[in-house]
């Protein structure tokens, strides 16, 4: 395979000035904002780059997206690994390998973000929202179990099922896992935020017909923009990696059976991936000790909660997500939002459900009302892995002076 030899050997020749590269100390002194999610270098990025530059491989194919591919396998515990220039574009090659086609209804949680379901609607798809369950925020078993029954009585079952692992906490996926196998439908778990997650000891989205990850720039590990498509079934992953590249078939000339993207990821994000991937242990720590800060900062104020974590699974934590129910002497979550934005702290409330978005009018929904009131009180509050206790003080003060104004 030589098709990502494009360097010379005698290295670059660049035909426009290039600046000298800066010098840490001559930027700006670092923002005292505070961040919802940055992203964190591990310092290992840059040579990890120069290796892979050197190299000369800087296509989306090669031994370095070969090398973080099995990075990915060998954190997720997932064998057959493509990585895709985003998430959102490894969610579409998923829908593909589904043969999602007009007409065809996709299920997935209303409490999640556009992406998840954005490709299947731009392929035709209906989607079903279905509400989450009050206990841990994802997908309800329960009322996909009724879902699922009575569309197998109207004869009209989902091409797939699409559960999310909500802020980096794993769904129900072996409930949901054995409810769609019950009816043949196949699942496909969005775990674009759940790096590091597990449930029941197996990382998220381990075990479904397919996963997506997300390596975009807010997540808990970044290419600065890529995602991966995971499944146990290595016949899946060759079909994505070959509509990845264009759908090119073996052949001298460009011979294709169907159409594809360019969705596979570049070497030199790659290489990016490679240099992350070894920090996301102590991230995930990182994570669940800011939250864990939260919970000891304010748990004992009026109104507040937060996102629950259930017994069977452990959260990435990469967005910590508190509650704020207004009651006297209790400020509701735009009072929070705003004075954390006033204070220069940046912080967002909880996904908009999709059945209340106005793109998807009219979808048919099963429930939504767990959703709504999560999304009218529920507030994602910095949890940087590199924040620092001083930073959150700063963050826990102006929240505290919401409450007995
Ligand atoms: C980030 C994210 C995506 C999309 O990933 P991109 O890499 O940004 O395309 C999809 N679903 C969820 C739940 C996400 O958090």
Request: hydrophobic content about 45%; aromatic content about 6%.
């Amino acid at each position: 395979m030589s098709l990502g030899q494009t360097a010379s050997p005698s290295g670059p020749v660049l035909p426009f000035p290039c600046p000298a590269p800066a010098r840490r100390a001559a930027l700006p002194p670092p923002d005292r904002r505070i961040l919802l999610s940055p992203p964190l270098l591990t310092g290992r990025e840059m040579p990890s780059l120069q290796a892979t530059l050197d190299s000369g491989w800087v296509a989306p194919a090669g031994p370095v997206p070969e090398a973080f591919e099995a990075a990915i396998a060998e954190a997720t515990g997932i064998p057959h690994i493509l990585a895709t220039a985003s998430g959102t574009a490894a969610l579409h090659l998923g829908y593909r390998l589904l043969g999602v086609a007009p007409g065809d209804e996709v299920w997935t949680s209303t409490l999640t973000f556009v992406a998840t379901i954005a490709p299947a609607v731009q392929m035709g798809a209906v989607p079903r929202f279905l509400d989450v369950s009050a206990e841990n925020w994802t997908l309800d078993p329960a009322l996909l179990e009724r879902e699922l029954a009575r569309a197998a009585r109207r004869g009209r079952l989902p091409r797939a099922v699409v559960p999310v692992d909500l802020f980096g906490q794993c769904c129900d996926l072996d409930a949901i896992l054995a409810l769609c196998s019950r009816w043949g439908v196949p699942v496909m778990c969005d775990s674009a935020a759940a790096m590091g997650a597990t449930r029941r000891g197996r990382h998220a989205g381990q075990g479904a017909r397919l996963a997506a990850f997300s390596f975009n720039g807010n997540k808990i590990v970044t290419t600065g923009g890529g995602g991966a498509l995971a499944s146990d079934d290595p016949a899946l992953i060759a079909r994505a990696r070959h509509l990845a590249s264009q759908a090119k078939e073996p052949a001298p000339h460009y011979q294709h059976e169907t159409t594809g993207f360019t969705y596979a990821l570049s070497s030199v994000l790659a290489a990016v991936g490679l240099a992350q991937l070894p920090a996301l242990e102590g991230r995930v720590a990182a994570r669940r000790a800011v939250f864990d800060r939260y919970v000891a900062g304010l748990g004992s104020l009026p109104g507040i909660g937060f996102m629950p974590e259930p017994a069977w699974g452990r959260s990435n934590r990469w967005l910590s997500v508190a509650l704020f129910r207004p009651r006297a002497g209790a400020p509701d979550r735009e009072w929070v939002r705003l004075a954390l934005a006033a204070a220069g702290i940046e912080s967002r409330p909880v996904w908009k459900p999709l059945h209340l978005q106005p793109a998807f009018r009219g979808a048919p929904q099963a429930g939504g009302a767990v959703a709504a009131r999560l999304f009218e009180a529920g507030l994602c509050l910095p949890s940087g892995s590199d924040l620092d206790p001083a930073q959150q003080a700063r963050v826990l003060e102006v929240i505290r002076g919401g409450f007995a104004r």
